[in-house]
């Protein structure tokens, strides 16, 4: 072997795990002894058997073929493959169970990133389901209960909030908990969130999922503040994320706090490889003028980085506030509750807000009201918007302002507190996508 000067030298071990090396062109020198049992903590300790020792140098080559090549080697198994990946995802997962063979191949890396891209390729209805059982991940298609005819369990009065589908996931958060979770196949994970701090004191925040590119992994984003004042404007705030299948607390990672102050009550979104939150200006500087724009923070997924980017003008009128993706690119949405209608705004290439759509809803008005109804997701079949209130979803048609109801619950009734109850609808993408996780609610297939 060479030692870092160049010279030459000639390694020796003996039976007692000695080890030392002789300079070829020592010229009778000594031999020096690079290593001894009593050199080590556990040296003094009698062993009854032969160490070996052995030398290895730094190397990423595999050792063999990895799984994946060795499932794949066959024609047929990469026939079958290019055949599956368009197919819906309860489908492929009731043929995993087939046999030993198929249950390798579809639950590979190489086969589930490409049954993500491909099964979603075809333009089609968005796929909606409802959740009934938050504890145990289950979730029904909302197609099969209109043709039998069956209601959902009315949930909760307590809104479960759920993102919009991010490369085959979605992250819910209810009462306390957040998790993401794969409605497709009943996966779920907890997220662990430790919002103490040493004192015991509980923190308030929010989290996102997004998806890292350049690593092929999902991230969550989690921020919170340590504090926050209304009054003095004044607030302290900390960015964490977390590789989805890191999921203990130690997994979190702190990045670059936020720039700005987010709003909690407004769910943040997805959209073209960044996270996107409205900030909140009851914290932020006051505007300047009564035409000032909203403000939006941005974290990309790659760079780790958070910018301000101006949002859509604010006017007379603007109620709450919906970010959703729409056709690939963030979408802000506006309630106007002087004209019970809401505005969809869409950013331009050269940073310019346009308004895209405008939903009127005055005629379909009290079940949909510009303030409780939330546009979730954007038919590319017909160009409809998916809009949900709770009790009621429809689809709206832009071109003709028609609004038509798909499912409805009537009487509704009211908690304690005079709070209606809801039913909560989640958009998905057609997805085997199950990240191990370090606590794992539910695994199932759903019948």
């Known amino acids: 072997m060479h030692d870092g000067g160049g010279q030459k030298k000639i390694i020796f071990t003996t039976g007692t795990c000695k080890v030392f090396a002789v300079d070829l062109d020592g010229a009778g020198a000594p031999p020096e002894i690079l290593f001894t049992p009593e050199d080590t903590t556990a040296g003094g300790c009698r062993v009854y058997y032969h160490r070996r020792l052995g030398l290895y140098e730094e190397s990423l080559v595999p050792v063999g073929r990895t799984i994946e090549e060795i499932v794949f080697s066959s024609p047929v198994t990469t026939a079958w493959s290019d055949i599956l990946k368009w ?6 997962t009731e043929l995993s169970l087939v046999c030993r063979e198929s249950r390798a191949m579809v639950t590979t890396n190489r086969f589930v990133r490409s049954h993500a891209v491909h099964a979603n390729l075809i333009a089609k209805h968005p796929r909606i389901m409802l959740a009934m059982d938050y504890a145990a991940g289950e ?15 009315i949930c909760t009065s307590r809104p479960f909030v759920c993102s919009q589908p991010c490369h085959g996931l979605n992250l819910g958060r209810y009462r306390s908990s957040e998790f993401v979770f794969n409605p497709c196949t009943g996966y779920q994970a907890l997220l662990h969130i430790d919002e103490h701090d040493i004192m015991g004191r509980t923190f308030t925040g929010v989290s996102a999922l997004g998806y890292d590119a350049a690593i092929g992994r999902h991230v969550v984003a989690h921020l919170d503040y340590r504090e926050r004042n209304f009054q003095t404007r004044g607030y302290k705030m900390r960015c964490r994320t977390l590789l989805v299948g890191d999921g203990d607390v130690a997994g979190w990672k702190c990045v670059k706090s936020p720039p700005r102050p987010v709003d909690l009550d407004v769910p943040p979104a997805y959209a073209n490889g960044k996270i996107y939150w409205v900030v909140d200006s009851r914290l932020s500087a006051p505007p300047s003028s009564e035409a000032a724009t909203c403000e939006l923070l941005a974290l990309d997924m790659e760079a780790r980085r958070f910018e301000v980017i101006r949002g859509p003008p604010r006017r007379h009128g603007d109620g709450r506030m919906t970010l ?3 056709h690939g690119a963030l979408c802000v949405a506006c309630s106007d509750w002087v004209t019970e209608a809401i505005n969809m705004w869409m950013v331009k290439d050269d940073g310019a807000w346009s308004l895209k759509y405008r939903i009127e809803l005055m005629e379909f008005s009290p079940e949909y009201l510009s303030e409780t109804t939330t546009p979730m997701a954007f038919d590319p079949m017909d160009g409809q918007i998916l809009l949900n ?20 619950v009537v009487d509704v009734p009211e908690n304690v507190d005079g709070l209606k109850y809801r039913f909560c609808p989640v958009i998905c993408q057609e997805s085997l996508v199950c990240p191990r996780m370090g606590m794992l609610i539910n695994l199932q297939i759903l019948e």
């Open 87 to 92: 197919l819906p995802a309860w489908s492929v």
């Open 139 to 153: 979730f029904a298609d909302l197609d099969d209960l209109i043709i039998s005819g069956n209601r959902p369990q």
């Open 324 to 326: 959703l993706e729409l």
């Open 389 to 408: 209130t709770g009790t009621s979803l429809g689809y709206y048609d832009p071109k003709t302002a028609a609004l038509e109801t798909i499912f409805s």
